[in-house]
């Protein structure tokens, strides 16, 4: 059958049958419906950011108001008050610096899929952070034998103030943490599947990295 034959015939046909006859022709098929791509960032990772992002206002305004008051302070500390444990703190401060590097390379284990390096290196992190919290908890006890209560004045009322909420921080760090550590021994986390552990080390290397500007601050400063 020559082509005009074929031209004429279809032009007889129908208008649905001229469209059946249509789709049953030659030519390229339709492409394939594509999926929608994922959001670059997870709703779980978002969230933490704006949390962290309000946390960081939270104390930088913490950290303000103390500035007024030891700038505006001819004489810091005042006569009288005892003096804060620099060294001790100071050696704290490593211990506590030290606990990042753990949770840094329990994330990097758990992503190279190492359950056991993740549950030790996890178990390193929370020991470091609680050894922290226990230093900390035994030098405020001294001070306060010492006579540095909040009922001190301004030094005692900024002092425990912004160092208090750093500690709270670092305890509700912990318990995550150990929450963490929980579901690795149990073998919850894979190589793909570990967001906890990143929202976890995100929370702890925030609480980590605003504790040596703290300490400059009020212990140094």
């Known amino acids: 059958m020559t082509q005009e034959a074929t031209a004429r015939k279809v032009a007889e046909q129908p208008a649905g049958r001229v469209e059946k006859i249509s789709s049953l022709g030659g030519g390229d098929s339709p492409p394939p419906p594509t999926s929608a791509p994922g959001p670059i960032v997870s709703n779980a990772r978002l969230g933490l950011m704006m949390f962290l992002a309000a946390e960081a206002m939270f104390f930088s305004g913490l950290i303000g108001a103390f500035l007024v008051f030891r700038l505006g302070s001819q004489v810091w500390p005042p006569p009288l008050q005892p ?12 211990l506590l610096v030290l ?21 030790r290196d996890l178990s390193t992190t929370a020991f470091l952070g609680a050894l922290f919290l226990a230093i900390q908890g035994y030098e405020w006890v001294r001070l306060v034998r010492f006579g540095l209560t909040l009922s001190s004045g301004v ?13 709270l921080h670092v305890l509700g760090a912990l318990i995550w943490l150990v929450a963490i550590l929980l579901q690795a021994r149990r073998g919850y986390f894979t190589a793909q599947r570990h967001t906890g552990v990143e929202l976890s080390a ?15 601050l009020v212990y140094l400063y």
Request: glycine share 10%.
């Open 83 to 94: 003096r804060l444990p620099v060294f001790v703190t100071g050696i704290n401060t490593f």
């Open 155 to 167: 030094y005692g009322a900024t002092f425990y103030t912004l160092i208090g909420c750093h500690a």
């Open 202 to 216: 995100m929370y702890w290397t925030f609480v980590v990295a605003l504790w040596p500007v703290l300490y400059g």
């Open 99 to 119: 606990s990042g590097l753990t949770m840094h390379l329990a994330l990097r284990a758990i992503r190279a899929g190492n359950s056991l390096r993740l549950v």
